[in-house]
């Protein structure tokens, strides 16, 4: 078998043993699943950092632990421009399939026309109940982020809003659904509506690997024998990747395939310092170029300038000032803010770190600094800063003297010039969409407006919600084109009041008076809650009366009127409780009127449970049982007849063995049987004089096992096929001598012989007892 490259540079390592370290991200994840009220975290970091494999590793230990996690990876790339409906079915499906494989769960059930309102109001409260007391939902979100890039269409963006107005909020008293994110940059980063559902979240930073992990990493080769590593060797990867999981791996796959070609395969190449060379580091950053070209494609302009900058200074730090002369010099003009921001940035995404000696700045990742000097130099970069500004900024410039001197016109022709070359220019777009509002263009001023907002959701917020309000009230009648823009507004803005106002009233004009009651309620408008809450009410009222107790609830669930719930509920209970009562199906009764909280009922039910177990026990002979049920049953009666009846037969085996105790006989041996059918048990007394045959022996250990319901049809033929082995040395004769039939009780009094002699004399001794034994038995209860 030829030996195993472990190293895994092309899909998500978790569940597998290149999956290392993160133990701080496990247990963080774990103390917000545990937490009794947290039930979202945000794991985000760098592209290439690991977040998928630390998905994929969650989603397989998660099932083992105690609290009984059931993870479902949802993986968002490639779905962006999904609208919300098909990615709640879509995530309907996932989860289904998962609880099929858990067997928690038999069918998929489809969204229907609403998929929104079903998944959140039917679908997803339904299963939840549905799981096992133990069990929790846990949905791991792959390349959350991607639905709030720029080309994103609105309706998947507005999965946002959906998520925090009825997901996350969607749990009952114990927690049954959690939230795992993975994003692949800063929570600062996102838009605003992002930032309205994960701002206030857990957020855990998904980082480069320590020293420990890293080596653990790089000495996967030598736990499968196929590499042996020295300390060196080890310190060097770690100088070159700094822990990056993704590099490290790349780098010490190209290091294994050169020192295993040609070895042969029982040979086990020692790695040194020297084996980690010019070359392997050259084929290590042509081999990580797609996955750093798509880091970088993922930083801003400003960002790329500056590491750039830092990338020529090989492993050497670089100061803010100096790099401020770097820029000066080259004839960048960056303003030093927007500089000071860049370094910042880069900073956090761990890509750059400080360098205390120096008061400077350099690569983290020594490997990555080598690609970004080799294939994003200074030069390059600042040639693609400066087709971003010079012309476009002129344009800009004359726009600005225009519109000071009231020229509109002039300063809208530049400021489409400008924007014509440099489509990012932030105050050209501002100055057009303020021109547009102050003319009432109000359609021409969005685009410049939405260009602005995506870097400068702040400084664009008001003028942006301006325009889109102003749009949808000439949109008068034409209520879908409304609610486009009002969405729009709260994905801004999730607390605009006013929009809130407007799509409450669409709401309820259509009827649809559980969304306008949301949505008057998110606008602080308790008038309108008022009203919308008076008419659900009269509306169940109306279906109570008509006796449609679930569209009642339905209802009043839905004015949030607790009240009239919890009373609808417990007729509902009661109602499901008197038909259990009705066919005798006692525990479903039980569940039912405890829930209903009807104490006599439940005192009731709890009587005829505890009597049928009392008639149970007592049917299969089990008195003592039978006896501990009726005290529970409080039926003293029964109690008082049943031991009655105990003590009576004891009474009666006492007798018996006393009657036979006296006689005398050799090597006979009688037996006296007594089996009440309705005890279903049959006992024995039984006397041998002189020395019991063993085969009487067998036969008494076979009575003990007979049933009382089959006792007349089968004793005599079990008795002769017990004795009948021995029939030469045993007589079998006149078996059932005398048989009583009283209150469907038999009463046997049977003879053994062990000679040929037959009964002898002995016949006789027992007749006198049989009258006695007759009054005896009557007189058992």
Known sequence: MSPENPYVTGNAVGNSPAFVGRADVWEEVLRVLSHSTNNAIVLYGQRRIGKTSVLKELEARLPKEKNGYIPVFFDLQGKAQNSVGQLLQELARKISDVLQK???????????????????????????????????????????????????????????????????????????????????????????????????????????????????????????????WKKEAINKVWQLTSGHPYLTQVLCSQIWYKLRDNVPQEAIPIVTSEDIEEKIIDKTVEASEGALEWLWDGLPPAERVVASALAEQARGPLTEEQLQQLFLHGNLKMAIPEQQNAVRVLQQWELIEPVEESNGYRFRVEILRQWVKKHKPFSTAKEEWEKLDPLADRHYQIAWNSYEIGDLEQAIKNLEKALERNPYHLSANQLLGEIWIQQEQYEKALQPLEQQFQYQPTVAKPRLIQALTAIAAKAAGKEEEQLKYYDRILEIDSEHQEAWLNKGEIAQRRGEFTQALEFYHNANRQDKVDEIQKILEKQGDEYLLAGSLEKALELYQRAKLGEKVAKVEQQIWQRQGDEAYNRGDWQEALAAYQKAKLSDKIAKVEQQIWQKQGDEAYNKGDWQEAIVAYQKAKLNDKVTELEKKIRALQEFEKFLNEAVAGEEA??????????????????????????????????????????????????????????????????????????????????????????????????????KHLVEIKDRFSQIP
């Open 102 to 228: 858990n067997r928690t769960n038999k069918k998929v059930l489809d969204l229907g026309d609403n998929p929104e309102m079903t998944f959140h109001n039917k679908w997803l409260p339904d299963l939840l109940k549905k799981l096992p007391q133990q069990k929790s939902l846990v949905l791991l979100f792959d390349e959350f982020d991607v639905l709030v890039a720029p080309n994103v269409q609105v309706a998947a963006a507005a999965f946002f809003p959906y998520l925090r107005d009825h997901l996350l909020t969607l749990n009952t008293r114990r927690k049954r659904l959690n939230f795992v994110f993975v994003i692949g940059r800063r929570i600062d980063d996102l838009n605003q509506v992002a930032l309205s559902v994960l701002k206030a979240t857990n957020h855990k930073r998904v980082s480069l690997l320590n020293y420990e992990d890293t080596v653990k990493l790089i000495c996967l080769s030598q736990t499968n024998k196929t590499l042996e």
């Open 666 to 767: 050799t090597e006979i041996g009688a037996i006296f049987l007594y089996a009440p059918l309705k005890y279903n048990k049959v006992i024995h007394s039984v006397v041998s004089a002189g020395k019991q045959p063993p085969l009487l022996e067998s036969l008494f250990n076979y009575l003990d096992t007979v049933e009382a319901k089959s006792f007349i049809e089968e004793l005599r033929n079990s008795i002769s096929n017990v004795l009948s082995p021995k029939a030469t040395t045993i007589q079998f004769a006149d078996c059932f001598l005398n048989l009583y039939f009283e209150t469907e009780v038999p009463v046997t009094i049977g003879f053994l012989s062990t000679s040929a002699e037959g009964l002898g004399g002995f016949k006789p001794q027992c007749d």
